[in-house]
């Protein structure tokens, strides 16, 4: 899955600091398991993801420096779907035919 450089910074940002990263995997592990529309999770987690990062690249630097010309919407949609498959429940296996 290809992240856009916000995606990948915020991600580095999540991998880098254990408490954020259990966080957002609690996040997305219950956003996996909610009934419904399949991508309405997704989209919500998004709209999160978006919020927590106009938030925190106010006081995180490497967060601050993607957007030097100022903070502008953009979509952090690959992230919350890549959050969900990696935290979310494994996907059972089919069983091969014979």
């Known amino acids: 899955m290809s992240l856009n450089k916000y995606e990948q910074g915020l991600f580095d940002y999540l991998d880098q600091n254990p408490e954020e990263r259990r966080h957002w995997q609690a996040k997305a592990s219950s956003a996996a398991v909610q009934p419904g529309e399949p991508g309405v999770a997704a ?3 998004e709209r ?3 919020a927590y990062f106009a938030e925190r690249s106010e006081h995180v630097g490497p967060l ?3 957007h030097d010309g100022g903070i502008r919407r953009v979509s952090m949609q690959n992230l919350s779907e890549y959050l969900i498959r990696l935290f979310g429940p ?3 296996r089919r ?3 014979a």
């Open 64 to 66: 601050r420096q993607l």
């Open 90 to 92: 494994p996907v059972p």
């Open 48 to 50: 999160e993801l978006w």
């Open 43 to 45: 989209r919500d987690l």
């Open 95 to 97: 069983k091969p035919t």
